[in-house]
């Protein structure tokens, strides 16, 4: 039991460094504003309840010359919601992507339709639950001009507001931000440090273009980072910064629509079961059975709770930088555990042949979904 209870503390520790690194050297994006001609794009498949706030805030944005919303067969109030706006304001347009072909996901296809249309220098595509503040465009485009990148994703700032909201969406950055070095990839241009987060990705036109679009992705659910990292592999520059004050998402308003969410992403994420069961394994033993193996006692009890502290301090920072509430971070081991039921039923979606479920749609042949399986 001492050397587990070691190797679990030498565990704990190094994904602490980790967190630290993240929450000391990931940068969010200058005050500095930048000019550009932005179409800025927003697929929607049933997104009513969304698209009002999210055009909202993207009409008072400086730079967008068009605002381009594809209405993704959607069976709500979508169209007419878009509709209403372009009769106020002539930049923003409707469009409706043809039948989703085969060897397409729904998303993807939406986000090539949009493409096809747009006219700007810069393509922003958002999603609709996607909050941009007044100076976000411009200041995305000054750190794109700065840094001298073609391809820019801000990892938005989470809102919350349900207890189970609170208790479980902290757990997306604290995953991303134990495995992912974040100032490492600002400095290397390695294609697995390649990140984006789907809500918010700035591309200059010219090379998506000649980099193939969407159509590199077509198959793919968790296209957004997948699009980075092929976008790194051809050798264009990208980045994701923390997009804290800059871009805010909803993602999920309840328990079920959590749990929907992050079963149709955690296992094809990885595409593979080893990478997978890597994952499982090393939350269960490091982030998890800490806060059980405390109480074996003796020296072994005594490492299982220092591992366990090192855990909970790296969620504290955490919250501290990204504004979560602390007591998400004090209950932890709940939130683990959700983590780990959430895992195993994205796992047996896939390798039961049921395939994921997304806005009424049923992937089962997805590139993602042939690998992972």
């Known amino acids: 039991m001492i050397i587990l209870s070691t190797i679990i503390l030498a565990l704990a520790a190094l994904a602490f460094g980790v967190v630290c690194l993240n929450v000391l050297g990931w940068r969010r994006p ?44 959607s069976s709500d109030a979508t169209a007419e919601i878009v509709k209403a706006y372009a009769a106020k304001d002539p930049r923003v347009k409707l469009v409706r992507p ?22 700007g220098d810069w393509l922003l595509f958002l999603d609709a639950d996607t909050r941009l503040q007044p100076d976000a465009v411009p200041r995305m485009l000054a750190e794109c001009r700065n840094r001298q990148l073609t391809m820019l994703s801000c990892w938005p700032q989470l809102e919350m507001h349900g207890f189970f909201e609170r208790l479980l969406m902290p757990l997306l950055n604290f995953v991303l931000l134990t495995l992912y070095p974040a100032p490492l990839a600002a400095r290397r241009p390695d294609a697995r440090l390649g990140l984006a987060h ?12 000649r980099f193939g ?16 990292q092929l976008w790194r592999g051809d050798g264009l520059r990208s980045l994701c910064l923390d997009g804290t004050g800059v871009v805010s998402v909803r993602m999920y308003s309840s328990l079920g629509e959590i749990w929907s969410g992050f079963r149709k992403n955690l296992f094809p ?4 079961q080893i990478g997978f069961w890597t994952f499982m394994l090393f939350h269960a033993a490091v982030f998890f059975a800490p806060f059980a193996l405390m109480f074996t006692g003796g020296a072994a009890g005594i490492l299982f709770a220092a591992a366990a502290g090192l855990v909970l301090a790296s969620r504290v920072m955490m919250a501290i930088r990204f504004g979560h509430p602390i007591w998400s971070a004090l209950l932890h081991p709940i939130g683990e555990f959700f983590v780990l039921l959430i895992g195993m039923a994205s796992w047996l979606q896939v390798v039961t042949g049921r395939g994921v479920e997304w806005k009424g749609r049923r992937y089962r042949g997805t590139a993602t979904l042939k690998e992972a399986a």
């Open 198 to 209: 789907g809500a918010c990705i700035l591309m200059r036109t010219e090379e998506y273009r």
């Open 98 to 119: 043809d039948v989703l072909p085969d060897g397409w996901c729904g998303k993807t296809h939406a986000c090539h339709s949009l493409a096809l249309t747009a006219s």
């Open 269 to 272: 994420a990885f595409k593979g």
């Open 213 to 228: 679009g969407h159509t590199r992705v077509k198959a793919e659910l968790f296209e957004d980072t997948r699009l980075a």
């Open 30 to 73: 200058g005050r500095e504003a930048g000019a550009g001609v932005v179409s800025l794009l927003i697929p929607a498949r049933n997104e009513a309840a969304n698209l009002p706030a999210c055009l909202d805030a993207a009409v008072g944005q400086l730079c967008v010359t068009e605002i381009i919303v594809a209405d993704d067969h």
